[in-house]
């Protein structure tokens, strides 16, 4: 079992910058897939980026070029780091890892982009 934790939301103006963290309780380096998520008031849960072991990234049409995903095996954690930030990306963000077969979620971090 997986416990993960996010860290680092709260509230920035537009055009700012915040980085999350997700801490695992145990070792990460056989996830094959590390991902983080969002669902913003209204609007269904999206995936936002996702990092596959190897270093192969996806993004969202919505972020690219703003958001980078990325890992620290030695601390078992990985990273959103979120640039430009607009408004619409007001959410809850939640980490996500597949390993062993299994899905785990952390609870979630509120992440509100306003002025």
């Known amino acids: 079992q997986v416990q993960l934790v996010e860290s680092g939301g709260g509230l920035v103006q537009p055009g700012g910058s915040l980085r999350l963290s997700c801490a695992a309780s145990?070792?990460?380096?056989?996830?094959?897939?590390i991902n983080w998520y969002r669902q913003a008031p209204g609007k269904a849960r999206e995936l936002v980026a996702r990092?596959?072991?190897?270093?192969?990234?996806d993004y969202a049409d919505s972020v690219k070029g703003r958001f980078t995903i990325s890992e620290d095996d030695a601390k078992n954690t990985f990273y959103l780091q979120m640039n430009s930030l607009k408004s619409e990306d007001t959410a809850i963000y939640s980490c996500?890892?597949?390993?062993?077969?299994?899905?785990?979620w952390g609870q979630g971090t509120q992440v509100t982009v306003s002025s």
């Open positions: 996500n890892i597949f390993q062993w077969g299994i899905l785990y």
């Open positions: 145990t070792s990460i380096v056989n996830a094959d897939a």
């Open positions: 990092f596959y072991r190897g270093g192969t990234t």
